[in-house]
């Protein structure tokens, strides 16, 4: 099985059957959604932001003797910030990093889509509405951003998971839309997913504790991995999911970046719990287009 592919109009219009393939499937892709000059654009920012970022210094917080609660607190304050997340092997033994600084990072979130110019532009950009309202979005909210950079060698793997866990709203509305900025590839860890099995239960609850977080075990339903389809994507294809499509991808070991952008929305009118880990600050409300 395919996933179901859509071309992308030059006038934001999308096939009819949009709707009904996204909520048969739970993805959609969106073909050519981003041109290659708005996905160059995007990359170069990313850049600059990592350049402008001292990775020595946020290394010497982190390796105090509370590395576990500064580490905390850097994550649970990231919803309203731009934060930097390394990539579990960025380090050699020796304690150097072991690629240039702008491929030793995991991702950068989680509001970009607010606090940089670059990537609001684009996140609110018309096309993007018009591809929340394809897949039904009646008062869509941007929630979440993130660059995932996935670098070449030490790009680290994500196992299955559904992104409501992590952005629950009641009823549940999450939706992820998830640019390729580099092609991805079967070689350098592109996305697969379980078409289908957003119908199945939300697994897990990713949720504050005790200043900290914990994640409830909600269904010990096994993903169906063996139904599992790869979503290769070429630059400026954007990948729409439903909060509960259970996604994963490989580790990168080649010499292939694969950087992507996600954004996640959820309908204003929904319930946002105080206890989801993503909270904005004071002054910093959510919005939509
Ligand atoms: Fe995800």
Redesign the pocket.
Known sequence: MSLPSFLFGADHSFAPSLRAAFDETGIVILRNFATPEECAALKQRAFDLIDGFDIDAHRTVFSTTTQAHAEDAYFLNSGGAISFFLEEEAYGADGRLKRPKRESINKIGHALHDLDPVFSAFSRSRKMEAAARAVGFDDPLLLQSMVIMKPPSIGGE?TC???ST?LYTEPETCV?FWLAIDAATLQNGCMAFIPGEHKGPLRRLFRRKNGGTEMVELSDAPYPEDRRVAAPAAIGDLVIFSGRAP?MSRANRSQNPRMAY?LHMIEAGAHYPNDNWLQRPAGMPLRGF
């Open positions: 994500v998971h559904q992104d992590f992820g996604h996600t």
